[in-house]
């Protein structure tokens, strides 16, 4: 899990920048939702900010929108595994 409490606020633009290079780049490849999940990637990493996704855990309504969850919670080599074509 990445842990964006110890980030500073250059080290979060990047990693929000590095979060949709890698959906871009599994959805460009493999298709999926993209313009809901990029709107959501600043979302979701404030939401880690503030929160213990640990101790309270986030429902997403669609999975799409939790792609950058995914990512930040340890799933970076097996996001692209869950696409089917």
Do not use: C
Request: glycine share 6%.
């Amino acid at each position: 899990m990445i842990d964006v409490k110890k980030m500073s606020i250059n080290e979060l633009e990047e990693l929000a920048k590095k979060i949709r290079a890698r959906i871009l780049d599994v959805v460009s490849k493999k298709g999926g939702h993209l313009s809901s999940t990029l709107g959501a990637v600043d979302l979701i990493i404030g939401m880690h900010y503030v929160f213990d996704a640990l101790k309270d855990p986030f429902i997403f309504d669609v999975s799409h929108q939790a792609y950058a969850h995914k990512l930040l919670t340890g799933r970076w080599e097996e996001f692209k595994a869950v696409w089917r074509n």
